[in-house]
């Protein structure tokens, strides 16, 4: 199995930052894309950025520039770097990933973190 356990959502105002961590443990070969997904009540799933596993990026339109995405394959952790925050992009922010349980198979296994709450407002 693997839990995805994300952390550092919180309340800020406006202009400010957070920074979000998810971890993954358990037993896997590796762990390939990993995504953060926001949802805001009323509202689609989107998804926010992307890394791959060798550091290859995309981000939604609406946080280009504003966020970053970045990862430490030693710890098995991925961040989002959340800048020049906006009320818009409050939101319950999930962590994805795509996992290889083994080195013997190319199938992707894909997992979901609990979700951490981000509300950015005065």
């Known amino acids: 199995q693997v839990q995805l356990v994300e952390s550092g959502g919180g309340l800020v105002q406006p202009g400010g930052s957070l920074r979000l961590s998810c971890a993954a443990s358990?037993?896997?070969?590796?762990?390939?894309?990993m995504k953060w997904y926001r949802q805001a009540p009323g509202k689609q799933r989107e998804l926010v950025a992307a890394?791959?596993?060798?550091?290859?990026?995309n981000y939604a339109d609406s946080v280009k520039g504003r966020f970053t995405i970045s990862r430490d394959n030693a710890k098995n952790t991925v961040y989002l770097q959340m800048n020049s925050l906006k009320p818009e992009d409050t939101a319950g922010y999930y962590c994805?990933?795509?996992?290889?349980?083994?080195?013997?198979?190319?199938?992707?296994?894909?997992?979901w973190g609990q979700g951490t709450q981000v509300t950015v407002s005065s």
């Open positions: 358990g037993r896997f070969f590796s762990i390939n894309a």
């Open positions: 890394i791959r596993r060798d550091g290859n990026t």
């Open positions: 994805n990933a795509d996992v290889r349980t083994v080195s013997y198979s190319n199938v992707d296994f894909n997992y």
